[in-house]
């Protein structure tokens, strides 16, 4: 879990198997003010990546460089704040989506860094690659070797439906689409955001009881 409690000091909080409280790292303090908006922190090689809500740029923390913990990355000049941000670590890949608030248009970006200079790349498509994307949680996908992946790959799903509907992006057109009744539009008119929502990535492990019985003296089951 990461915190911001002012403007100035970065936490990050974690919580393992058998612990009953959260523990708290002060990371950063006393550095520049930093307003991070509303869309998810990621943890990114080892580095922590935070949208900032006031100006069109990227921070990242580096806990392990006491030379230089935090620095930032400015988006392409033509950005305006009339759009939101995405972060999403994609096979080893940092990209980030970015919406127009009317949903005409949407941008997929992969962040290529050197010991020089970062340089923001546009991906003109994701290829087998799939995007989830909300304010709490964006996860990637990949998915082969059954007959409808083709139909599945190189799109963008939203938090967002057409009446009952859950609506996606795709690179292939540049425009939105929905499950169910073949909708296709141009922008987010008639449709609904959900903002309290996560996409949740399945996981067929099967665990024993005593794997999920998370606080064991407490005797507590998950």
């Not at 990621?42 to 935090?70: M, N, T, V």
Request: hydrophobic share 35%; aromatic share 16%; charged share 20%.
């Amino acid at each position: 879990m990461i915190s911001v409690t002012s403007a100035n000091t970065v936490s990050s909080c974690h919580i393992r198997r058998g612990q009953t409280a959260w523990i708290t790292h002060l990371h950063f303090s006393n550095c520049e003010e930093f307003f991070p908006c509303f869309s998810n922190p990621l943890f990114h090689k080892g580095k922590l990546f935070c949208l900032s809500a006031q100006e069109e740029k990227l921070r990242i923390f580096d806990p392990w460089d006491d030379r230089l913990p935090y620095y930032n990355i400015y988006f392409p000049p033509y950005f305006t704040r009339n759009w939101k941000c995405y972060l999403i670590d994609c096979n080893e890949d940092l990209l980030a989506v970015f919406e127009d608030f009317r949903g005409e248009w949407m941008h997929v970006y992969s962040l290529e860094k050197s010991e020089r200079r970062s340089d923001w790349n546009i991906e003109e498509s994701l290829g087998e690659r799939m995007l989830f994307v909300s304010r709490t949680a964006s996860v990637s996908a990949t998915i082969r070797g059954i007959v409808s992946s083709s139909q599945l790959q190189n799109k963008v799903y939203l938090p967002r439906f057409k009446g009952e509907d859950g609506l996606f992006y795709s690179l292939s057109t540049r425009q939105l689409h929905s499950f169910g009744h073949g909708y296709m539009g141009e922008d987010f008119r008639g449709t609904k955001e959900h903002l309290n929502c996560a996409w949740i990535q399945t996981n067929f492990c099967q665990y024993s009881t005593e794997e999920l019985n998370w606080c064991t003296h407490l005797d507590i089951l998950v």
